[in-house]
């Protein structure tokens, strides 16, 4: 209809320009004028046409997806179909409301709400909060292909406590000191930053493996700070290798300044503290050293018994590789672990748990949601930023 009304204006204004006589012409002005305000309203009104289809494309294709809660597949057919059915209708109005269907399906992809399908795998974020995780930080990983399984705050910067004790030993394995050296425990070594006591009495001599056992299994505090103290160059030089190691693994985030992790500016995030168990879990006596389940030695003619700080060791449902407890007021419990589970090499990171036994928890929650999906339904390894 707006096609035959505007080829007629169009040639009625041509007939009136071509009349011969000047008074012709003058008397046809008014008329033309008429002519070009006919034109002007048609293109207005065809305009108006292109506008209305697209908004109708939109908003019926996204009122129809949503209503059946479509997946996006789905959501693209629909529109797709709904754009063919209104084009062919504007088509037949007038040329001006013609849309190509590229310029279409653009506008109603943009305006199509976010629907997931039920069969997508819930992402790391979603997956904590349905493990109602309890520990404010956790961050669980395929330790082979990296996939990000749990992801709770993982990357905040917080006091890591006698985590601080497993780069302690990393650094001490990796410089070849001799582990049969004796070493005496001296007033240094005493805490005087949290008062925290300790079995092994000033004067008390231990070779460096022994040190290094007792550091990661029970968490001794004497002993992790003696071994620093006696690293060649002393406990500054000591602590300028820990944080170089960090540096070279990658722990962007991380910062220390002694080896026992009793002071809170001893830092790092879940990231970064997954790096160095990853890295800590490929040094045998590492992993000998911190799963042991218990362990005796013999100070000041005395005898003393150890036992592992985390209890999972000593149970039959976990296969642990690598382990580290820690706890300060202001990190919280702390626990990271290799470990692993449904067939699958984990790396499992829980800081800051307010309970004694909340990390515990948590790693078990993990472990019977694990086994208790098939491999095919775990986590999606794209990672979902979280607030």
């Known amino acids: 209809m707006f096609l035959s009304i505007r080829r007629t204006l169009v040639a009625f204004s041509i007939a009136c320009l071509l009349l011969p006589a000047a008074g012709g012409v003058q008397a046809a002005s008014p008329r033309v004028e008429e002519a070009k305000a006919a034109l002007r309203q048609v293109n207005r009104t065809a305009h108006q046409t292109k506008r209305t289809v697209k908004v109708r494309v939109s908003s019926k294709a996204v009122q129809k ?63 904590a909060d349905a493990l109602k995780l309890r520990s404010n930080v956790a961050y669980v990983i395929d330790a082979q292909t990296r996939e990000v399984l749990v992801s709770k705050n993982d990357d905040e910067v917080l006091p890591i406590a006698s985590l601080t004790k497993l780069m302690t030993a990393l650094v001490i394995h990796d410089q070849g000191l001799d582990m049969e050296q004796l070493i005496t425990i001296t007033d240094d070594d005493v805490d005087r930053l949290k008062g925290s006591r300790s ?47 960090a540096a070279l693994l990658g722990m962007t985030s991380t910062h220390y300044v002694e080896p026992t992790g009793l002071s809170s500016d001893n830092r790092s995030s879940a990231r970064d503290l997954a790096l160095l168990v990853g890295v800590a879990a490929t040094r045998p006596m590492l992993r000998d050293l911190s ?97």
């Not at 990661?216 to 002993?223: D, G, I, T, W």
Request: aromatic fraction near 4%.
């Open 65 to 127: 997806a949503a209503a059946a809660k479509s997946t996006p597949q789905q959501v693209r057919t629909k529109q797709k179909r709904v754009s063919q059915k209104l084009l062919a209708r504007a088509s037949k109005r007038t040329p001006q409301a013609r849309v190509t269907r590229q310029a279409v399906a653009t506008a109603t992809v943009v305006a199509a709400p976010a629907v997931m399908s039920s069969r997508a795998a819930p992402s790391p974020v979603v997956m």
């Open 199 to 245: 079995r092994l009495r000033v004067g008390s001599k231990l070779t460096r493996g022994e040190l290094m056992h007792l550091a990661l299994m029970s968490s001794e505090n004497r002993a992790a700070h003696a071994l620093g103290r006696t690293f060649p160059g002393g406990l500054n030089a000591f602590v300028a290798n820990m944080n170089a190691k």
């Open 291 to 387: 799963t042991d389940e218990g362990a005796m030695v013999r100070a000041k003619n005395r005898d003393l018994a150890y036992r592992n700080t985390n209890a999972l060791v000593r149970s039959d449902d976990w296969d642990i590789d690598l382990q580290k407890t820690g706890y300060i007021r202001e990190a919280g419990r702390c626990l990271v672990m290799k470990a692993k589970v449904a067939d699958r090499p984990l790396i499992m990171i829980f800081l800051d748990s307010e309970g004694k036994y909340t990390r515990l928890g948590d790693a078990n929650r993990v472990r019977k949601w694990l086994e208790s999906e098939p491999r095919a339904n775990h986590a999606s390894s794209a990672y979902a930023s979280h607030s």
